[in-house]
């Protein structure tokens, strides 16, 4: 079986920083794109950033130019920087990854279980 486990959600104030990591574990052969979402109350979830296995990268509008998004594929894990967090980006954010389990299996989605990061004074 294969998990996504988020960490690093917190209360910060307006202006701060954060940084969400994403590990996954289990029977891995390769990871193809690793995106973050988030969910606010009453709102869809939607994406947030996204990046290939490859490096590249896209983003929400909303968060361009404030939030970094990268990986390490050595470690099977996918971070996001989120810096002059604002009240707005307060949402659970959830870990996403199409990865394959071995050669001749195709790319499953995988969800992480969320974390909430609240951004007020």
């Known amino acids: 079986q294969v998990q996504l486990v988020e960490s690093g959600g917190g209360l910060v104030q307006p202006g701060g920083s954060l940084r969400l990591s994403c590990a996954a574990s289990?029977?891995?052969?390769?990871?193809?794109?690793m995106n973050w979402y988030r969910q606010a109350p009453g709102k869809q979830r939607g994406l947030v950033a996204g990046?290939?296995?490859?490096?590249?990268?896209n983003y929400a509008d909303s968060v361009k130019g404030r939030f970094t998004i990268s990986r390490d594929n050595a470690k099977n894990t996918v971070y996001l920087q989120m810096n002059s967090l604002k009240p707005d980006d307060t949402a659970v954010y959830y870990c996403?990854?199409?990865?394959?389990?071995?050669?001749?299996?195709?790319?499953?989605?995988?969800w992480g279980q969320g974390t909430q990061v609240t951004v007020s004074s």
């Open positions: 289990g029977r891995i052969f390769s990871i193809r794109d």
């Open positions: 990046i290939t296995s490859g490096g590249s990268t």
């Open positions: 996403y990854a199409e990865i394959r389990s071995t050669w001749k299996d195709g790319y499953p989605d995988y």
